[in-house]
């Protein structure tokens, strides 16, 4: 069965401090894997595919095969960036976006 | 412009009724998700709709459980007999089409709580 792990529920790092929010995922083909974010009293709503390969807002995730995992990282991290993400996959790539949510990792960033 | 809309922004009702939950997407958005989001958890896909039909519906719990979306846009949640297991964020989104390039816009939700 597909799943998605977020071992951490909370993360509380320093501003400037570089971010990792860890995710693995269990799937056995080809998965499409996401990050979502919600800020406080807003949306949820993307943050980034990783068939993007791009950087939103400082934030990078690089989708390795071999370790099964999708971890989202910020070198220098901003207190706007305090929110909760959302690891996600999608088991159909490229289809419909019947997406498998993890738990979720509440990051706080102090300043 | 506007996004996904969902109302009523809160719904509380007893244990055995019934209960119905709106989507408005966006305009022009053919594809439509349900997702509920327990307490702690990440939401869970409930149905997906292309156009009037829905094309999975796998997700939903139990026959308890029904959505429509007549005319290709609105769209309801069905819920009979609640229980207090139904208490969550129900989660509408739509999409301009289905695939993964046409991102996902969320809802507000509806918070449904049984008493």
């Known amino acids: 069965a597909q799943r998605v792990t977020q071992p951490e529920k909370l993360l509380s790092v320093f501003k400037g401090a570089p971010v990792e929010l860890k995710c693995n995922y269990s799937?056995?083909?080809?998965?499409?894997l996401f990050w979502y974010v919600q800020y406080s009293r807003q949306r949820l709503q993307l943050l980034l595919r990783h068939i993007s390969r791009e950087s939103i807002k400082g934030f990078t995730a690089d989708l390795n095969k071999g370790e099964t995992s999708f971890h989202l990282k910020k070198p220098f991290a901003q207190e706007e960036d305090s929110a909760m993400y959302y690891c996600?996959?999608?088991?159909?790539?490229?289809?419909?976006?019947?997406?498998?949510f993890g738990q979720g990792t509440r990051l706080t960033i102090n300043p | 412009g506007a996004g996904v809309s969902q109302t009523p922004s809160n719904k509380v009702t007893e244990k055995g009724k019934y209960v119905e939950l709106r989507c408005d997407p966006i305009?022009?958005?053919?594809?439509l998700y349900w997702y509920r989001q327990s307490l702690g958890q990440g939401p869970e896909f409930l149905i997906y709709f292309q156009g009037t039909g829905a094309a999975d519906d796998s997700g939903l719990p139990n026959d308890r459980f029904f959505a429509v979306r007549p005319e290709g846009s609105v769209s309801t949640l069905k819920i009979q007999r609640t229980e207090r297991g139904d208490s969550a964020v129900y989660l509408c989104?739509?999409?301009?089409?289905?695939?993964?390039?046409?991102?996902?816009?969320f809802g507000n939700g509806t918070r449904l709580t049984v008493t």
């Open positions: 989104a739509s999409s301009l089409y289905p695939g993964s390039n046409s991102p996902l816009h």
């Open positions: 305009s022009g958005h053919t594809a």
């Open positions: 996600a996959l999608s088991k159909s790539f490229g289809g419909a976006q019947k997406l498998v």
């Open positions: 799937y056995s083909g080809s998965p499409e």
